[in-house]
């Protein structure tokens, strides 16, 4: 999900400069700036801010996210050289969970997880503590159960996209509500 702005006059600033000046209303506004990439590569120039929030982010959210970059960059142009693009966008679901607010975020969603020895699992995200994930594994046999993992044995984690209604019981073990996923 991406919002874009229209083409702005360029003097690219860096990305740890983008990243400053946006933090402090991002955050008022209840959001975090999660990365900032330059591309001045491409034609026209880009400029790519990934926000996120605990309750994600809708086209509106965006809308107002981009118009304040906007015109918070306004405030660093000081003159009208090449143009470039603005695009504030939503972290999406195929990039990895990195951080603990990541997997808090994705509570009750359906992640494979490769761990640091190479082994694989698939699971429903659930409580988070000290560093530690509850993954609600599905078992054939024995039904749902939890696997606790440390997050620091985690090499790779990435939200599955799901095309049927969860488990109710596994997301009854991960501690949500089948609307708080569908949201």
């Given at each position: 999900m991406?919002?874009?702005i229209?083409?702005?006059?360029?003097?690219?600033p860096?990305?740890?400069q983008?990243?400053?000046?946006?933090e402090?209303?991002f955050?008022r506004a209840g959001?975090?700036?999660?990365?900032?990439?330059?591309?001045a590569?491409a034609?026209p120039?880009r400029?790519?801010v990934i926000a996120?929030g605990?309750?994600?982010l809708?086209l509106?959210?965006?809308?107002?996210l981009s118009?304040?970059?906007?015109?918070?960059?306004d405030?660093l142009?000081?003159?009208?050289e090449?143009p470039?693009?603005l695009?504030v966008?939503s972290?999406?679901?195929?990039?990895?969970?990195?951080?603990?607010?990541h997997?808090?975020?994705a509570?009750?969603?359906r992640?494979e997880?490769?761990?640091t020895d190479?082994s694989?699992?698939t699971g429903?995200?659930?409580?988070?503590?000290?560093?530690h994930?509850?993954?609600?594994?599905a078992d054939?046999r024995?039904g749902p159960?939890?696997?606790?993992?440390?997050?620091d044995?985690v090499?790779?984690?990435?939200v599955?996209?799901e095309?049927?209604s969860?488990n109710?019981?596994?997301?009854?073990?991960a501690?949500v509500s089948g609307?708080?996923?569908?949201e």
């Amino acid at each position: 999900m991406a919002s874009e702005i229209p083409l702005r006059p360029a003097r690219l600033p860096s990305p740890q400069q983008v990243r400053e000046l946006l933090e402090g209303e991002f955050g008022r506004a209840g959001y975090e700036v999660e990365d900032v990439t330059i591309d001045a590569a491409a034609r026209p120039p880009r400029v790519v801010v990934i926000a996120d929030g605990d309750d994600g982010l809708d086209l509106e959210a965006l809308a107002t996210l981009s118009r304040t970059a906007s015109e918070l960059l306004d405030q660093l142009d000081d003159s009208d050289e090449t143009p470039y693009l603005l695009e504030v966008t939503s972290r999406g679901v195929d990039r990895p969970l990195t951080e603990e607010r990541h997997y808090r975020r994705a509570r009750g969603r359906r992640i494979e997880v490769t761990l640091t020895d190479g082994s694989q699992l698939t699971g429903r995200v659930g409580a988070l503590t000290d560093r530690h994930l509850e993954l609600v594994v599905a078992d054939r046999r024995a039904g749902p159960t939890i696997r606790t993992l440390s997050i620091d044995d985690v090499a790779n984690a990435v939200v599955q996209v799901e095309f049927s209604s969860p488990n109710p019981l596994e997301l009854e073990l991960a501690g949500v509500s089948g609307k708080e996923v569908e949201e």
